[in-house]
């Protein structure tokens, strides 16, 4: 019914920019609640940005260099990565909470991801 897709990783030198985006398909109204995790080799997956009605949080190594937004009538959600460090190195992955439409409730789930490597 729903289906959540990443794009915008890359290669990237440190001290670059990428934005990270998160295409919702199917019967979409919009996005309640969106997440960005991160999972980078050997390590848990650590739960990085996230925004639900106006409010935004940020783990504390992305905070001020990390922006999350979301466009409803797009029905995408985005995460920008500004400063990026070797350590951002990760596939990065959004899960949201969707408002189907036609009376159809919500939907919880997650995308496959997408890599970002910060490396010189």
């Known amino acids: 019914q729903v289906q959540l897709v990443e794009s915008g990783g890359n290669l990237v030198q440190p001290g670059g920019s990428l934005r990270l985006s998160c295409a919702a398909s199917?019967?979409?109204?919009?996005?309640?609640?969106v997440e960005w995790y991160r999972q980078a080799p050997g390590k848990q997956r650590e739960l990085v940005a996230s925004v639900s009605g106006g409010t935004t949080k940020y783990a504390d190594s992305v905070k001020g260099r990390f922006t999350i937004s979301r466009d409803n009538a797009k029905k995408m959600a985005y995460l920008q990565l500004s400063g990026l460090k070797p350590e951002d190195t990760a596939v990065y992955y959004c899960?949201?909470?969707?408002?189907?439409?036609?009376?159809?409730?919500?939907?919880w789930g997650g995308g496959q991801g997408t890599q970002v490597t910060v490396s010189s």
């Open positions: 899960q949201a909470t969707i408002l189907m439409s036609s009376g159809g409730g919500t939907w």
């Open positions: 199917g019967r979409v109204l919009g996005f309640n609640e």
